[in-house]
């Protein structure tokens, strides 16, 4: 089912975004990946069940009071509004130049995003607010630790000290039963050459203009110069052998 609002049609539903996060803080245990902050909204959830706040635990076992809390979200680790469609139920000029951009850091990989994959869990983590946004930024990245599967070291281009949470290597949770699937790889290491090539280029503050929307501003159709710019370095071959290094 798709939804038309404001003239634009949209291929993510409330229904799937609702499922989607609800399986992500599921596999990632009710923390943000990064800070392990626990969900707030879940924990006062807890403290309502008899026993009270004393005896709300955690996924492992763990007394909640005493940790530390933050309110959470789902962040897309390729954004959302890539494969959004517009009132002519196509893909606008310069979402189809990024998702080509896409494919040119690892051919094949917009595949895994097409239709309702993006709204999968596959490409997405659970972030507490400051996180996401960084994240979406592409200020925040994962690198894969060679040799130690879901594992990565999570660093910043952000100032030192102005994200405390990072540089730290954490191993992503995974549900034991493998029945949700754990954030890809790929799309992992695609966000990883986008966020360096978009600080080598000096184009991090036109990020919204090519990719980042945040499900709530849209991307731009003004974006050529910063697509140019990527395409030039693409081709340069600065990102050759870096997507899945």
Not at 195 to 203: Q, T
């Amino acid at each position: 089912m798709k939804t038309q609002r404001q003239g634009h049609i949209f291929s993510g539903t409330p229904e799937r975004l609702a499922n989607l996060r609800g399986a992500c803080l599921i596999r990632d245990r009710y923390r943000c990946v990064i800070s392990h902050r626990f969900d707030s909204a879940e924990a006062l959830k807890r403290s309502r069940r008899p026993g009270g706040w004393n005896e709300a635990l955690d996924q492992d076992g763990a007394p909640l009071l005493g940790q530390k809390f933050a309110r959470l979200e789902v962040a897309h680790i390729i954004p959302h509004s890539l494969t959004q469609l517009n009132s002519s139920r196509e893909l606008n000029p310069s979402k189809v130049a990024a998702l080509a951009i896409l494919n040119m850091f690892d051919s094949g990989v917009a595949f895994l995003i097409e239709g309702v994959g993006i709204d999968r869990p596959g490409n997405a983590l659970t972030l507490s607010h400051d996180l996401h946004m960084s994240f979406g930024d592409f200020q925040v990245y994962f690198e894969a630790v060679d040799g130690q599967p879901h594992t990565y070291r999570i660093d910043t281009f952000l100032p030192p000290g102005l994200e405390e949470n990072v540089p730290v290597t954490r191993t992503l949770y995974l549900t034991e039963d493998r029945t949700i699937d754990p954030p890809l790889p790929r799309l992992l290491a695609v966000h990883r050459a986008i966020a360096h090539i978009l600080h080598l280029s000096a184009a991090g503050e036109y990020i919204d203009h090519i990719l980042w929307d945040a499900d709530e501003y849209g991307i731009r159709s003004d974006g050529s110069t910063e697509l140019d710019r990527l395409v030039k370095l693409r081709l340069d071959d600065w990102a050759l052998g870096k997507v899945h290094g």
